[in-house]
């Protein structure tokens, strides 16, 4: 269904909202809504339900929360929750949960958030005692469902949330289910970033003549510079390290998500970016919640200012102070480059997004840049003298600052008085801005960081061919015997090279560059791995799930040791 266009100038006055929201959003300097709010905030009060793409940052929140708050406070509130909203993360919840407390404030709206990491008897109580809305992770409402705490028969409004996110990270069968529990006659609604067909054949099941809506995020006007700035750098797996580092001395990040693929990796990359004099934290899913609390805690409160994470632990984050999202790793797919770089250019805030590519990945960042449809532009890593020149400009800056200010100066002009009797002026400033300089720590001298081409393609693979750059491999590996190992899921169920490449090198010590050809049939793949890692890899993959599921792991029958050949 096509929606009708709005006048952009329409303010929220417009949108028919009752005069408590109007109210709240005023105090919180909300004055124009965002196109998303446009288009979905009348049919939502109308009852309809909605499938909307959206990017991260484009306002979805209030889309959903305001129409929600007004329909729930118009038609009476009873005993049992009348909205669930269901998030692919804990952070996630609670920023929905306060953002909807924010505008409901004068509504009398009780919102909960519930989620794992936190003590299920808080919980409990608090759904006794009542409840209007429930912000949830998948998991955790199914807890309570099952225990008879989260009644499902009376909602009226269920919204999906970053539905391409909780799909992704195994909640399909969750979601399922949920809604499977509740009333026939809900209002659904559903936003997500991408929209792959997963997530159209959950809005073919479960949403009645959905409207429609896609947003794209703003571009800019002619002349303006974007609000997302996208660049890349090709270098070499061993220089990586001192690349970012040559990076962020030469951007100066206010605060930085730097994106890893494994925890391994997040854990030895934090401790070396430390050991360059960086204050940094880790964030991944082997760390309890309470760790996980201290390590945002210390991000937001500027006592660190680099966050080194894997993607899921990153979900759902929304970090005010954040100027730059920077990729270790190539994403292994669009949609997690789409998720990542929404960290930033949020509500109107410019932002970084820079990528570091080894040359065999540039193939990939192509791929990025047309399903997209943003241009990445290829950069030189900086050099020693750029990195120089950058330290003298924050230097300058620094003294800028200081002689603006209001601070007192005067008790520094007997020392320049002093020293004037036997130097020019001009050579006592050069001196005090060369002790400024260097107190900063600015290094005298830096490693050159080589410059490297994108590796060519020798040959392009058909849609049907899934060897994962067997003939690459190959070429890379040395002697060692492989085998085979197969895996109880295949094409049918949405299996990806990506997806067998991510769940190995996440939970064991094989790295991507150690697995050699992965063959997805209909219903099952088969993946070869060195002979050694043969009984870590079948262990770890036991316990893990891909694509949402647990399938059968075990040694191909036909998989015995060979050599490489």
């Given amino acids: 269904m096509a929606v009708n266009e709005i006048d952009e100038g329409s303010g929220f006055d417009d949108l028919a909202l009752g005069p408590e929201l109007l109210k709240a959003l005023s105090g919180l300097g909300y004055e124009e809504p965002t196109p998303i709010q446009r288009e979905a905030i009348p049919p939502l009060l109308e009852g309809r339900d909605l499938l909307g793409q959206a990017a991260t940052g484009t306002g979805k929140t209030a889309a959903f929360a305001l129409p929600m708050l007004q329909r729930l406070h118009t038609e009476g509130a009873g005993g049992e929750p009348a909205g669930l909203v269901l998030v692919p993360t804990r952070e996630l919840a609670v920023q929905v949960s306060e953002a909807m407390h924010r505008y409901g404030r004068d509504l009398g709206t009780r919102v909960l958030p519930i989620y794992g990491g936190q003590p299920i008897g808080r919980q409990l109580r608090a759904l006794e005692r009542g409840v209007d809305v429930v912000v ?96 890349a750098y090709i270098v070499t797996r061993a220089y990586k390290p001192a690349a970012l580092g040559r990076v962020l001395d030469v951007e100066a990040p206010t605060a930085a998500i730097v994106f890893c693929r494994t925890r391994e990796e997040v854990d030895q990359l934090t401790e070396t970016m430390n050991g360059r004099g960086y204050r940094a934290e880790a964030l991944h899913g082997g760390m309890g919640q309470e760790q996980r609390d201290r390590v945002m805690g210390r991000l937001r409160s500027g006592t660190a200012d680099l966050l080194v994470a894997t993607d899921v632990a990153a979900r759902g984050l929304d970090i005010e102070q954040l100027t730059h999202v920077i990729n270790y790793d190539v994403p292994s797919a669009p949609e997690s480059y789409v998720h990542r770089i929404g960290r930033v250019g949020r509500a109107g805030r410019e932002g970084v997004a820079i990528t570091l590519a080894e040359p065999r990945e540039h193939r990939m960042l192509k791929t990025i840049e047309r399903v997209t449809r943003s ?39 007997v020392v320049v008085e002093t020293l004037a009797d036997e130097f020019d002026l001009v050579d006592i400033a ?38 994962h750059g067997r003939d690459e491999r190959r070429a ?35 790295s991507g560059r150690e697995i050699g050809a992965i063959e997805i049939a209909d219903r099952f793949t088969l993946v070869e791995i060195p002979d050694g890692a043969v009984d870590e890899v079948v262990s770890a993959l036991r316990r893990t799930t891909i694509k949402g599921r647990k399938p059968i792991v075990r040694r191909d029958r036909d998989g015995a040791p060979r050599g490489r050949r």
């Fill in 476 to 510: 890379r590996r040395g002697g060692g015997a492989m085998s085979r190992i197969f895996v109880g899921a295949g094409r049918s169920a949405g299996v990806r090279p990506q997806d067998i490449v991510g769940a190995i090198t996440g939970e064991t010590r094989v």
């Fill in 375 to 413: 241009k990445i532009a290829v950069e030189k890593v900086p050099t020693v003298a750029d990195l120089r020149a950058r330290r003298l400009e924050l230097t300058r800056a620094a003294l800028q600052e200081s002689l603006m200010e209001d601070g007192d100066l005067d008790r520094f002009r």
């Fill in 430 to 467: 050069l001196a005090a801005v060369k002790l400024a300089h260097e107190s900063t720590g600015a290094a005298a001298d830096e490693e050159e960081i080589p410059e490297v081409a994108p590796r060519p393609q020798r040959f392009e693979r058909g849609p049907r061919d899934d060897r």
């Fill in 136 to 231: 949830a992770t998948p998991g955790r409402a199914l807890d309570h469902i099952g225990r008879g705490t989260l009644p499902l028969k009376g909602l009226r409004m269920v919204v999906l949330d970053e539905a391409d996110e909780m799909l992704d990270m195994g909640f399909a069968d969750d979601i399922e289910a949920i809604l499977q529990d509740t009333p026939e006659d809900r209002q659904t609604v559903l936003f997500s970033a991408t929209m792959p067909p997963r997530i159209d054949g959950i809005a073919r099941r479960h949403l009645r003549e959905p409207v429609r809506i896609r947003i794209e995020r703003e571009q800019p006007a002619a002349g303006e510079a974007p609000l997302i700035r996208q660049s």
